[in-house]
């Protein structure tokens, strides 16, 4: 009990700075509506968490709101949407993720490669990028037994270029797609790392794009066990018989998309009722956007600095192979 009690009281602080910062983000918002609650939320979080906000005490309760009450926001969502939303990919939605992850894969081997990078490495790469950033890493890494240095100097890239591509993205929807809800909402779910930059990214553009996207990401996030096998065959293939990689990892998909389709089976059979689905999304936007103030506190600009110019190349290299490949594919696909 006194453990769960020092915990709460780890968290604390840093929580109650990302609940201040994301209501002072959604008053901002209310009088600067072209930009949004959320994104003032995100660049306050920034502003603050390389400043004052810049100290080990708050860092606990920041990566909670970024991770915990994210996860628990979109499950929440989950209980908001109808199955048939989700069919609406289709097709055509499944064969655009597949093909984008198949060649952000593909790029982040060739690249790595041509620049000198470790197999590890650029295995490393190929996952965060092509699927979830962090999780991606952390299940592929003991499947190729990479090092503890090769998983932290990946994710730290692989989460510094989809903070900048977080950014970009909905500027780039709106000059190629007018920022239509369908291909928006793929192009932001279909590039992001992680599932907050792409509740980020997406509601800087509407609630619609952000819903949307999201489901698009959690798409990609299934694939994970296929992508973890494929690089673990890749990585056995490369070493010797008497060499071959004999580590295993428990690949799981993470528990929030399970609740994730848990609760939109209980919306669509008509379980969750209209007037609980007004109060589950009310609660989901707040954890929302008390979630993004935490992201936005644990952008550090000094980690961009620390990264030398080649690793740099690499995960931009990626990036942009993303972008167009994606740009591409959604103009023929959608």
């Known amino acids: 009990m006194e453990l769960k009690s020092n915990k709460f009281l780890d968290i604390l602080p840093g929580l109650i700075v990302c609940i201040i910062i ?65 069919l609406e990919l289709g097709v055509s939605g499944v064969s655009f993720i597949v093909i984008q992850m198949t060649i ?33 890493i952390a299940s592929t890494a003991p499947v190729i037994d990479a090092s503890d240095n090769d998983k932290v100097i990946t994710i730290t890239i692989v989460n510094l270029t989809g903070t900048l591509l977080m950014i970009l993205l909905p500027f780039i929807a709106k000059i190629f797609f007018n920022s239509e809800t369908l291909r928006t909402s793929a192009l932001i779910g279909g590039i992001l790392q992680s599932v907050g930059q792409v509740v980020a990214s997406g509601i800087m553009v509407n609630e619609p794009v952000k819903d949307l ?20 065959n890749l990585k056995s293939k490369s070493l010797p018989h008497s060499k071959e990689c004999t580590s295993k990892s428990n690949i799981k998909i993470p528990w929030y998309v399970i609740g994730f389709f848990i609760m939109c089976t209980l919306f669509t059979l008509g379980i969750i009722s209209p007037s609980i689905c007004k109060i589950l999304k ?42 167009i490949s994606a740009l591409t594919l959604i103009s023929i696909l959608l």
Do not use: H
């Open 22 to 86: 994301a209501y002072i983000g959604k008053y901002l918002g209310k009088l600067v509506p072209s930009i949004g609650g959320a994104t003032l939320a995100i660049f306050i979080g920034m502003l603050f968490g390389n400043t004052l906000g810049n100290k080990s005490l708050y860092a606990k309760g920041s990566k909670f709101a970024e991770s915990d009450l994210l996860s628990y926001s979109i499950v929440l969502l989950g209980g908001t949407l109808s199955a048939k939303t989700i």
């Open 213 to 232: 996207s999201t489901i698009f990401k959690i798409v990609r996030i299934i694939f994970l066990v296929f992508v973890v096998i494929a690089l673990g």
């Open 104 to 136: 952000t894969i593909i790029a982040a081997l060739v690249i790595g490669k041509k620049l000198g990078f470790s197999d590890n490495f650029r295995y490393l790469m190929a996952s965060g990028n092509a699927v979830c950033g962090s999780s991606a």
């Open 282 to 323: 009310t609660i989901s936007n707040n954890f929302e956007i008390i979630a993004l103030a935490g992201i936005g506190m644990r952008v550090k600009f000094k980690e961009l600095i620390k990264q030398g110019i080649k690793s740099s190349i690499y995960g931009l290299s990626i990036a942009a192979v993303q972008v």
